[in-house]
């Protein structure tokens, strides 16, 4: 079956050029095949730092997004479609953020995540439908991970995305693709030609992680998520979380491990809550109503805790 459409599009995007460097790759050492690897890799931090700005935009449009009640959500096919659902996913226990805020589709399916449903990426109704089935609308943005830009899955959401209202972000490594035609706010890390041709699960989505991440960090930090460097949101739903958040409870608060984990408990796990407890003396219930008056926003919850705190020593009643 020919479609000298795509062969002709694809051919054109800088992710499929050969890379001179390891044009003899699989006649090489092992040791030589890694330093290969690992030589086109370091290229990757600072093509994504050439896009800081166009990052630091995103970031601001979500925020915005998120004030009006409105939703992120990330679209992507293959590697890229994983990613994104990686990201979404690490954002419930480390900073109690869920679906009611950041989503991820990717085409194909669940099923996908775990085997490649190659086709799927082909299926532009489908895209459209599982947007549908989200009630996108002017509130919401919409996040196209492609690295080749060109993924007609990804670009369908996007342009259904924009018909909508939502505000469009694309990531992709081709900078002149398809996908930027429909994207508010275009990141294209200029990762270059992959080590084996074509083979984007490589730089372009080692780069695509990079973004995800300090997309989604920096605006749970500005959502005040954060304090200092804490995760004070973090959900302790592991042994090892448990542990994180009773660490967390010390260094804030300045508790030993057995009053860290009373108050926890006390606090039904609830990390910001406990923190707020420790610091004001407070049971369960009038921590929560401090929580309440910072607007549910857990570092001003935290502060007026401290606030509260203070003055509390200064009249000599603490």
Known sequence: MEDKETFKELSGTVTE?????????????TIEILRIINSEDKKVAYAVEREIEKIAEAVETILEAVKKGGRWIY???????RLGIIDAAELLPT??????????I?????????????????????????????????????????????TPYVVSALKYAKRM???????????TSRITKYA??????ETGPEVITG???????????????????TVMIKMGRVKGNL????????????????????????????????????????LTLAIVMAKTGLGRKKAERILKEAGNIPIKAIELAEKMKNEKGKDGTG
């Open 17 to 29: 050029k050969e890379n001179p460097k390891s044009r003899n790759i699989s006649q090489l050492a």
């Open 75 to 81: 679209v992507g096919a293959g590697t890229s479609g």
């Open 95 to 104: 900073f109690k953020v869920g679906p009611e805020m950041v989503e991820a």
């Open 106 to 150: 990717i085409a194909g399916g669940p099923g996908a995540v775990f085997r490649p449903i190659e086709k799927a990426e082909d299926d532009e109704e489908m895209a459209i439908r599982e947007l549908k089935a989200r009630r996108i609308d002017g509130r919401d943005v919409v996040i196209g991970i492609s690295a080749s830009g060109r």
């Open 165 to 175: 209202g939502a505000k469009t972000i694309a990531i992709t490594s081709n900078r």
């Open 184 to 189: 508010d706010i275009v990141i294209a890390p």
């Open 199 to 217: 083979s984007t699960r490589m730089k372009a989505a080692t780069a695509q992680k990079m973004i995800l991440t300090m997309l989604s960090t």
């Open 231 to 270: 995760m004070i949101t973090l959900e302790p739903v592991s042994r090892k979380l448990m542990e994180r958040a009773k660490m967390i409870i010390m260094r804030e608060t300045g508790k030993n491990y057995e009053e860290a984990g009373e108050l926890l408990e006390r606090a039904d796990g609830n």
